[in-house]
């Protein structure tokens, strides 16, 4: 359809059948992402819509196309690759639209016109001002690149007192980061290294080239194991009874009275007030996760919330091994096998982090991604290039087990 016509009836045919080239699919504010189009030697900014074919194009940035002229309202580029595709009939075409005709046929329209073809959006420059200046009567050089974003890390944090936790301002030069808190008795920060001193909430601010971007932390007590210092401990194999206040340990039926605590292998009947460390003989609250990829042990750092909870809550029994999918180029994703409770907020991710998506998807990346997710942990023990080696490479399998 774009190769050259012979005559002017072609020309006139094929005018029609381009004025389609629009795209289509869901393009929800909340997930869009912003880039880079430099037309020729004139900078925009454009937004990607969330769906599939976004998506697979911000996968393949930076790109940079010579992309052709026709009729003087539109630059297209055949691409080596097809995008996925969504249809529709869009009606009308606008100056800035970001099209894809077929499934590789990408199209930039700079001049509003009506239409009665198919196409599937894509995305749109948000300013058009100078856009048909730039885009000029031929052949002309454009580059899509993704647009540099400064985030933290966190955006919340859940912390115990006597913890650390380090966010970095992505995107920042470091050293020119002035770091505060709102409240140093609660916690402190330096260099983006957070101590959790005492209960209660604080913003942590990181303040850089006049911006001010803020982690909201909600510091926790600490849980401790309880202790019990009693004279009258019995403690043998078999049947065992202890009476007000005392400890009864065995392998067999015990039972204690009111305020006894029971700690016991298998059955346990106790009166009022009883603690129950049944199981493996510790709550597995207090135990944290390990997880595996492949057979490379990882270590994490766990969020302290609802979601990861609910995960041990699932592998306090058997760990659980998920079969993972690499998608977009920057992350592996798998499928738990139930809802769990989320919390998503809008994050930019970087490598390393593991988040919930959807209420039932694990997802652990190796590059970047600006989502709607629940943060699960972060993984400390490996850098990007190692991240990348590890899961961008193919499928991989992955473990969550609970520590012995």
Not at 169 to 198: E, H
Not at 289 to 300: H, Q, R
Request: net charge positive.
């Amino acid at each position: 359809m774009h190769k050259l016509r012979k005559s002017v009836i072609s020309v006139f045919v094929t005018m029609f059948i381009l004025v389609g080239c629009s795209l289509a699919g869901t393009n929800t504010a909340k997930g869009n992402t912003t880039i880079n189009i430099r037309i020729g030697k004139t900078s925009f900014k454009a937004v990607i819509y969330d769906n599939e074919t976004g998506k697979a194009l911000i996968e393949k940035l930076p790109v940079e196309y010579k992309m052709s002229e026709l009729n003087g309202n539109e630059k297209y580029k055949y691409l080596s690759y097809e995008l996925p595709t969504d249809e529709q009939s869009v009606g009308k075409i606008k100056a800035g639209d970001i099209m894809l005709y077929g499934s590789d046929c990408l199209v930039v329209f700079y001049e509003s016109f009506d239409t009665s073809y198919k196409y599937t959006r894509i995305g749109r420059i948000t300013d058009t001002k100078g856009l048909s200046e730039a885009a000029g009567s031929g052949e002309v050089t454009v580059k899509f690149t993704k647009k540099k974003t400064t985030a933290l890390t966190y955006n919340r944090l859940t912390m115990k007192v006597g913890t650390k936790k380090t966010i970095k301002l992505i995107g920042a030069k470091t050293a020119k980061v002035k770091w505060s808190t709102s409240n140093k008795s609660i916690a402190t920060v330096s260099k983006g290294k957070i101590k959790a001193k005492k209960k209660g909430k604080v913003t942590i601010t990181a303040k850089y080239k006049r911006k001010k971007y803020k982690c909201k932390v909600t510091v926790k007590k600490q849980i401790r194991e309880n202790t019990v210092t009693k004279n009258n401990t019995a403690e043998r194999i078999g049947q065992t009874s202890g009476d007000a206040g005392g400890i009864a340990k065995g392998e067999g039926q015990t039972s204690g009275d009111a305020g006894g605590i029971v700690i016991n292998n298998n059955e346990q009947s106790a009166d009022n007030s009883q603690h129950d460390f049944t199981g493996n003989g510790e709550k597995t609250m207090n135990k944290e996760l390990t997880l595996k990829i492949g057979e490379t042990n990882i270590k994490v750092d766990w969020e302290d919330n609802e979601s990861v909870e609910a995960i041990k809550e699932i592998v306090a029994i058997k760990p659980l091994s998920i079969s993972m999918s690499m998608y977009g180029g920057f992350e592996q994703v798998g499928s738990i096998g139930k809802s769990i409770p989320k919390n998503d907020t809008q994050i930019t991710t970087s490598s390393g982090d593991i988040v919930l998506y959807s209420g039932n998807q694990i997802v652990i990346f190796y590059g970047s991604n600006s989502w709607s997710y629940t943060r699960l942990g972060r993984i400390s023990d490996l850098d990007k290039e190692e991240l990348n080696q590890l899961l961008g490479d193919g499928d991989v399998t992955i473990t969550i087990g609970m520590e012995e």
